[in-house]
């Protein structure tokens, strides 16, 4: 009985490590993979064309003072790990066809002219917010139409959008407004996206007060400690029909 008892304890223990190291390793196994993935999207991107970024591109004046040029993409010169791409120069690629642009949202300059593209969705650019400089082939229009730029021109063949406006501070009619306690900000040319004001958070904000995390992490933690049980109890089951 000593024996048997000692035995089912040590499968008790077994079973418990087992089912923390598979959640640890779960765990890893997805970060792991989202930053592979982060990085083969770059990589991806900016392998996209032959070569490096041209000299002759304004994507190139612009990346000598603000970043390094990696393929054909500029990358923000910092100390962080965390590679950001600030300029995209995809010209004279042979591109017929974009459906999206990966990792390239925080980009201020992209240059996409002298390729055979029909057709560019606005939906491309939804949360370029930044971008200030925006090169296509010359029979495309600017995203989100003139009124989203401060500039339009045509030169050298290429359609030159410059200096996206601020869509919130247009005397325009929006389709829709911001709800009440929040606040516009803009989202790309011809986008924007409302935020809550301070101390106001919910559907529409109309929560006033702090959000509530302490509230959220109890019931995120009574979850996890209710699907640990659950694994547990299951695993405990299991040593005892065996």
């Known amino acids: 009985m000593i024996i048997e008892s000692h035995d089912f304890v040590l499968a008790k223990m077994t079973a418990g490590v087992t089912t923390s190291t598979i959640c640890l390793c779960t765990v890893f196994i997805v970060l792991f993979n989202v930053y592979v993935d982060s990085q083969d999207t ?20 612009f990346c000598l003072t603000k ?11 910092n100390t962080s790990n965390v590679d950001t791409i600030i300029g995209l120069d995809l010209a004279n690629c042979s591109i017929s066809h974009i459906e999206h642009l990966y990792n390239s949202s925080t980009a201020f300059i992209i240059d996409l002219s002298n390729n055979p593209i029909s057709n560019l969705s606005d939906f491309i650019f939804q949360g370029f917010s930044h971008l200030t400089q925006l090169l296509l082939p010359s029979k495309l229009e600017c995203p989100g139409g003139n009124a989203s730029w401060e500039k339009v021109e045509v030169k050298n063949n290429a359609k030159i959008c410059q200096g996206q406006t601020n869509i919130c501070n ?18 790309g040319p011809g986008f924007f996206e409302c935020s809550c004001l301070h101390n ?5 904000c109309l929560r006033q007060g702090e959000f509530p995390i302490v509230k959220v992490l109890g019931i995120l933690t009574g979850s996890t400690v209710v699907v640990s049980s659950l694994l547990w109890f299951t695993q405990r089951r299991k040593v005892k029909n065996t």
Not at 49 to 55: A, D, I, K, L, P
Not at 170 to 185: A, G, R
Not at 200 to 204: E, I, R, T
């Open 42 to 61: 770059d990589a991806q991107l900016c392998q996209m064309c032959e070569g490096t970024v041209r000299q002759d591109s304004p994507v190139w004046d």
């Open 67 to 77: 970043g390094h040029i990696r393929g054909r993409c500029c990358f923000r010169n």
């Open 170 to 187: 247009q005397t325009v009619q929006m389709p829709w407004d911001c709800p009440e306690n929040s606040f516009c900000s803009p989202y």
């Open 200 to 204: 106001f958070h919910g559907y529409k």
